[in-house]
């Protein structure tokens, strides 16, 4: 399929760099380096090669949510933002670009979104996972976003009309015991999508929906794993007739299906893609690589052979992310 939109797409700036180096064998860290600064080379041929038209760009990770200083935070999200707002307008044709925001500061992360919006041309932000804060238990407290003070920050985004893409990161080593031993479960393999998981659960629960209907939030890999679970987030022991323990007034399948979208990014299987279908419909996935922390020929070949209907192939390859993102 040509003319396909890729949206979790990563890249890097120097200050944010070797945030990624854990995630490849040290033999394999200079490629990565490689692919993760360069945009206008290497990423643009890719792209020819494996018909993608458009990339949408955001920051590695974890990167700005990891900065416990707010005044740092704030100043790399911005440098980030600004690197990256020059690299789309070289290429306009063929980058777009989501803002990096400094969540530490609820009210800076939205003057910031409302910045990289309407002075750059941004058409949303990913975010990649909670954020820490020096000024809040030293940079262990961690910050997720269905908490109060994070509701004028959604008020924002539901004003400025983006989607906002939860993007992983790995638990605090505190709060990774149950990988004790067995570090392969950490990163992309597991521990990613347990952690992203029950953020957008919270956010569910917190009845921030219900404040804000019109709120689109993106997650990649094939849903973090929730669109397979969402009979039981709404009927476990279905006999016990007791109220929710959460303030959400929805079943939690009413807001996945509402307010979420998921990509292909990293999660190459037909037989998921079909599940997802099945669960979402066809006109809430997007296509995706996770560039360049996964091949794109794996994603675009795969993709383009896929067992779905060619209608569904061109929503989830193009036309949805036009729509979702207004690209025209």
Known sequence: ???????????????????????????????????????????????????????????????????????????????????????????????RAFAALPLQDPEAAAAELNRCVTDLGFVGALINGFSQDAEQGGGEELLYYDLPQYRPFWAEVAKLDVPFYLHPRNPLPRDARIYD???????????????????????????????????????GHMGEGIPYMLWRLDHRNAWVKTPPKYPAKRKFAEYFTENFHITTSGNFRTQTLIDAILELGADRILFSTDWPFENVDHASDWFNATSIAEADRRKIGRTNAQKLFKLG
């Open 1 to 95: 399929m040509q003319g396909k939109i890729a949206l979790e797409e990563h890249f890097a700036i120097p200050e944010t760099l070797m945030d990624s180096a854990g995630f490849v064998p040290p033999s394999y860290w200079k490629e990565l380096e490689h692919r993760l600064l360069d945009i206008q080379d290497t990423r643009l041929k890719e792209m020819d090669q494996h018909g993608i038209e458009t990339m949408i760009l955001s920051l590695n990770a974890p990167a700005v949510q990891a900065i416990t200083d707010r005044t740092r935070a704030i100043e790399i999200a911005r440098r980030a933002n600004d690197v990256l707002a020059e690299e789309c307008a070289k290429r306009p044709d063929r980058f």
């Open 181 to 219: 031993g067995h570090p392969w479960l950490l990163g992309p393999t597991w521990a990613f999508a347990q952690e992203t998981a029950v953020h957008a659960l919270r956010l569910m629960a917190s009845g921030l929906f219900d404040d804000h209907p019109s709120l689109q939030i993106v997650l």
